[in-house]
């Protein structure tokens, strides 16, 4: 009775403190601040190309807290949100090509088709669970992805160029690489308040209590299906908004953005990170597109050429990287520090 009274009244749900000692809270400070941090250590040490590769981190971490909104927190493993990031990027590259470069008509236009497509989507996906979900969600990608091929007139398999980035008329336009920086980051740290608030609220304990025991929720009296599908829905529109940046930082749109390699990109990123952790999917993907740059372009000056070897096999060594870290660190490099602290006493 204590939770079902919990969970029907808001007023009883508490958001956890923080200890001032914790070593996640050091680290998701450190990380907020280094973000933030970027384009100044970047002015001064005369690379701006720091500047974009950061951007681009941003945007898949952005993609990946939206992903582990259902994978974390609902136990939902979608392999097809990358469909979303290619929703948002269309959005962009469509309409500019029709001469359209007003930028709050691509979010208002990307976001209302990616809440129908999610929608849709969602409802049918919903109806099973496990492996079916995930073939289901895959599947959907997929025909999205092949549609954006056969779209000859927008490029079709070769992508689409943008003329400009996106005209949002605030006076400093995007087509400042600080500016839109800064744009990604405050999106990306708005969208991690609000998914702290969103998953310590009521809502986010029935989210969290369907995962556990999903038929004891509805024995309470929760319509489970209508609270996960609206988890879907909000996950989705998050990936929307990183597909809209994403076209934006690369003046580019590519049905790539759309394939099952890059929605298992985004599951590796949560995973790495800590999946149903706040910070884990940024750490995620931070670690995981570093680790790219790093390796695709190793250069240690290594005997025997072992510096071609690593930069030749990069996946490979990456692959490598990520079963340590799930052997050794099963709650990932984020979810690690969170089980150390909830084994100290101090709240998830």
Same mark, same amino acid.
């Given at each position: 009775?204590?939770?079902?009274?919990?969970?029907?009244?808001?007023?009883?749900?508490?958001?956890?403190?923080?200890?001032?000692?914790?070593?996640? %809270?050091?680290?998701?400070?450190?990380?907020?601040?280094?973000?933030?941090?970027?384009?100044?250590?970047?002015?001064?040490?005369?690379?701006?190309?720091?500047?974009?590769?950061?951007?681009?981190?941003?945007?898949?971490?952005?993609?990946?807290?939206?992903?582990?909104?259902?994978?974390?927190?609902?136990?939902?493993?979608?392999?097809?949100?990358?469909?979303?990031?290619?929703?948002?990027?269309?959005?962009?590259?469509?309409?500019?090509?029709?001469?359209?470069?007003?930028?709050?008509?691509?979010?208002?236009?990307?976001?209302?088709?990616?809440?129908?497509?999610?929608?849709?989507?969602?409802?049918?996906?919903?109806?099973?669970?496990?492996?079916?979900?995930?073939?289901?969600?895959?599947?959907?990608?997929?025909?999205?992805?092949?549609?954006?091929?056969?779209?000859?007139?927008?490029?079709?398999?070769?992508?689409?160029?943008? =003329?400009?980035?996106?005209?949002?008329?605030?006076?400093?336009?995007?087509?400042?690489?600080?500016?839109?920086?800064?744009?990604?980051?405050?999106?990306? @740290?708005?969208?991690?308040?609000?998914?702290?608030?969103?998953?310590?609220?009521?809502?986010? @304990?029935?989210?969290?209590?369907?995962?556990?025991?999903?038929?004891?929720?509805?024995?309470?009296?929760?319509?489970?299906?209508?609270?996960?599908?609206?988890?879907?829905?909000?996950?989705?529109?998050?990936?929307?908004?990183?597909?809209?940046?994403?076209?934006?930082?690369?003046?580019?749109?590519? =049905?790539?953005?759309?394939?099952?390699?890059?929605?298992?990109?985004?599951? %590796? @990123?949560?995973?790495?990170?800590?999946?149903?952790?706040?910070?884990? =999917?940024?750490?995620?993907?931070?670690?995981?597109?570093?680790?790219?740059?790093?390796?695709?372009?190793?250069?240690?000056?290594? =005997?025997?050429?072992?510096?071609?070897?690593?930069?030749?096999?990069?996946?490979?060594?990456?692959?490598?990287?990520?079963?340590?870290?799930?052997?050794?660190?099963?709650?990932?490099?984020?979810?690690?520090?969170?089980?150390?602290?909830?084994?100290?006493?101090?709240?998830?």
């Amino acid at each position: 009775m204590d939770k079902a009274h919990t969970l029907m009244n808001p007023a009883a749900v508490a958001l956890p403190r923080w200890r001032l000692g914790s070593a996640r %809270l050091w680290c998701a400070a450190a990380l907020i601040a280094a973000l933030g941090l970027v384009p100044l250590a970047s002015a001064l040490a005369g690379q701006s190309f720091y500047v974009t590769l950061v951007s681009r981190m941003m945007v898949f971490a952005l993609a990946a807290l939206g992903l582990n909104l259902v994978l974390g927190y609902g136990a939902m493993v979608s392999f097809g949100h990358a469909m979303y990031i290619g929703v948002g990027a269309y959005a962009v590259g469509i309409l500019s090509a029709h001469g359209i470069g007003n930028g709050w008509v691509h979010l208002a236009a990307a976001l209302a088709v990616g809440t129908l497509l999610a929608t849709v989507i969602g409802a049918v996906c919903l109806r099973v669970t496990g492996v079916a979900f995930i073939m289901i969600t895959l599947a959907f990608a997929q025909m999205l992805y092949f549609l954006a091929v056969s779209l000859k007139q927008y490029g079709g398999d070769d992508g689409l160029g943008l =003329p400009a980035r996106s005209d949002f008329g605030l006076g400093a336009g995007l087509d400042n690489d600080v500016v839109l920086y800064y744009v990604i980051y405050g999106l990306l @740290m708005a969208t991690l308040f609000a998914f702290h608030r969103l998953v310590h609220s009521r809502f986010g @304990m029935v989210l969290r209590g369907s995962k556990a025991n999903e038929r004891r929720m509805r024995a309470l009296g929760f319509d489970t299906p209508q609270f996960k599908l609206t988890a879907y829905v909000v996950s989705a529109l998050v990936c929307v908004l990183a597909g809209l940046l994403l076209a934006n930082l690369t003046r580019f749109v590519s =049905p790539s953005y759309m394939q099952w390699s890059t929605s298992g990109e985004l599951v %590796l @990123m949560v995973v790495l990170g800590g999946v149903g952790t706040l910070i884990g =999917p940024i750490v995620g993907a931070v670690v995981w597109l570093s680790l790219e740059e790093l390796l695709s372009s190793f250069q240690l000056g290594l =005997p025997w050429g072992l510096d071609s070897v690593v930069r030749d096999h990069w996946l490979g060594v990456l692959g490598v990287f990520v079963i340590v870290v799930t052997l050794v660190l099963k709650e990932g490099l984020y979810g690690h520090l969170v089980r150390r602290d909830e084994a100290a006493g101090a709240p998830r």
